[in-house]
Antibody, heavy 123, light 110 residues
Framework: EMQLVESGGGLVQSGGSLGLSCAAS????????MHWVRQVPGKGLVWVSR????????TYADSVKGRFTISRDNAKNTLYLQMNSLRVEDMAIYYC????????????????WGQGTMVTVSS | QSALTQPASVSGSPGQSITISCTGT?????????VSWYQQHPGNAPKLIIY???KRPSGVSDRFSGSKSGNSASLTISGLQAEDEADYYC??????????FGGGTKVTVL
């Protein structure tokens, strides 16, 4: 079964740091672009960051650029998100998601999602 | 990057068809056939139901269909069923190596 399992969420003070992990199983992890998407409970989805399968390319939403770092370890089938200088507005459920494969090109669509991990930022 | 615009809510009776719009700009929806749609039931992770504007992943009901015209994309649910009651989100590539979601639409089955 193809699966993503996030971990690392918790309570942190404003200005603090937190690292999230996403363990993948059931598919060839290194083949896929991976993303982080967040959602304030009861609100909409917001794209955060993405990384290519080989770890070479990464991009970020403007709201987290310079504060968050996406990385991956293909030997461990794990995606990471290091979050620094956290703000109250970063408080959300963080999902990792796999990008669906297209016919030799990116689809920018997320076909497998984890269950999410909650990040709470206190002021 | 501003969120794509979706109606806050749409409702319909069982068996009816409903359409959810997703309006962007010529920089995102209008310029790329990289619009996807997600269904999210309360407490669950989102589920992909449409990608690349019109394609359905394996296992997704053919009652779901997607289209695009200009800067707007649409999701149509035909033969509305009680299980379709959920939140729906569109998403598009923006051409700035980033993606943007819509604000979400709550579908109610009357």
């Amino acid at each position: 079964e193809m699966q993503l399992v996030e971990s690392g969420g918790g309570l942190v003070q404003s200005g603090g740091s937190l690292g999230l992990s996403c363990a993948a199983s059931g598919f060839t992890f290194s083949t896929y672009w991976m993303h982080w998407v967040r959602q304030v409970p009861g609100k909409g989805l917001v794209w955060v960051s993405r990384m290519s399968g080989d770890g070479v390319y990464r991009t970020y939403a403007d709201s987290v650029k310079g504060r968050f770092t996406i990385s991956r370890d293909n030997a461990k089938n794990t995606l990471y998100l290091q979050m620094n200088s956290l703000r109250v507005e970063d408080m959300a459920i963080y999902y990792c998601a796999r990008e669906a494969l297209g016919a030799g090109r990116q689809t920018d669509a997320f076909d497998i999602w984890g269950q999410g991990t909650m990040v709470t930022v206190s002021s | 990057q501003s969120a794509l615009t979706q109606p806050a809510s749409v409702s319909g009776s069982p068996g009816q068809s409903i359409t959810i719009s997703c309006t962007g700009t010529s920089s995102d929806v209008g310029n790329y056939n990289l619009v996807s749609w997600y269904q999210q039931h309360p407490g669950n992770a989102p589920k992909l139901i449409i990608y690349e504007v019109t394609k359905r992943p394996s296992g997704v009901s053919d009652r779901f269909s997607g289209s695009k015209s200009g800067n707007s994309a649409s999701l149509t649910i035909s033969g509305l069923q009680a299980e379709d009651e959920a939140d729906y989100y569109c998403c598009s590539y923006t051409g700035r190596s980033s993606l943007v979601f819509g604000g979400g639409t709550k579908v109610t089955v009357l």
